[in-house]
Structures are given as structure tokens and as C-alpha cells.
């Protein structure tokens, strides 16, 4: 079932590590890479449920494009525990434009396949992604 705009489809464990990341919190972070040979979207890290965001953002490229899923936790004004969803499209000014072309065309199919994203980031540069600004999309 690939993306007729840019020929790219999901493998399954894509949609089964998220799942298990919504469902049973398995996970903290998921990253997403295409496979330009395959012409699909793989997994190629997960992140134990102890992770920080700071780790999580050590694992994306500085010069390729990527998708990634962040479960945030955070204390509300009232101090009540919640949780948000988010994914970020990945796509620094450093990596190939043909890349950033082929994430970009893809991006919106491969969000259809995970239901249940909350919030979504785009990114180009690590400022872009930081805590202060998870923190206050969450809100």
C-alpha cells in the first residue's frame, strides 16, 4: 500500500510500536526513517519508557530527515499528570534536498497510519525541538 504521491509505504511494525507506545506505554520515543531502496517508512530506534527528551534528541540525524513519536509527560498548572502525543517531521536544513522532498510528500499518509497523534512539530534545526518548546505545545 504505498503513497501514490511519492510511492513510500508503512511497514507494519511502524503502526505496531506505536500502538504499543499509545496502548501500553512500552515506549517513550519512537524514530521513523524511510528506506529509499525499499520505498518505505521502518523503524530504526525505540526508546525504553525511562528515556528523557534529551536523549530522544540525541537520536536524530543532524543532516537527515527523520519522523519521530515523543510520549510527554507533564504536571498541569493544577498538578494533575498528563500526557501528549507528538510527532515531529524532522528535516534539517543540512540534509539532502531530495531526502527533505521524499519526507516531505510522505509525511502526511504516514501520520494517517498512527492514530492517536496529538500534537505535531516541524523541525529544521534543534531549537526548534527544544524542552521549552514540548513544553509549551503540551499545554
Not at 74 to 103: C, H, N
Not at 107 to 118: H, P, S, V, Y
Request: glycine fraction near 4%.
Amino acid at each position: 500500500m504505498a503513497n501514490a504521491a511519492s510511492g513510500m509505504a508503512v511497514h507494519d511494525d511502524c503502526k505496531l510500536k506505536f500502538l504499543e507506545l499509545k496502548a501500553k506505554r512500552t515506549y517513550r520515543s519512537i524514530v521513523f526513517k524511510i528506506e529509499e531502496k525499499q520505498k518505505q517508512v521502518v523503524v530504526e530506534h525505540v526508546g525504553e519508557p525511562a528515556e528523557t527528551y534529551e536523549q530522544f534528541t540525541e537520536k536524530l540525524p543532524a543532516d537527515e530527515c527523520r519522523y519521530a513519536i515523543f510520549d510527554f509527560d507533564f504536571l498541569t498548572p493544577e498538578g494533575v499528570q498528563k500526557s501528549r502525543i507528538f510527532f515531529i517531521a524532522w528535516s534539517p536544513d543540512t540534509s539532502r534536498v531530495r531526502s527533505k522532498m521524499i519526507y516531505a510528500s510522505s509525511k502526511d499518509r504516514f501520520k494517517r497510519e498512527l492514530d492517536g497523534i496529538q500534537v505535531e512539530l516541524q523541525a529544521t534545526d534543534p531549537t526548534e525541538i527544544g524542552l521549552d518548546v514540548i513544553k509549551s505545545r503540551a499545554s
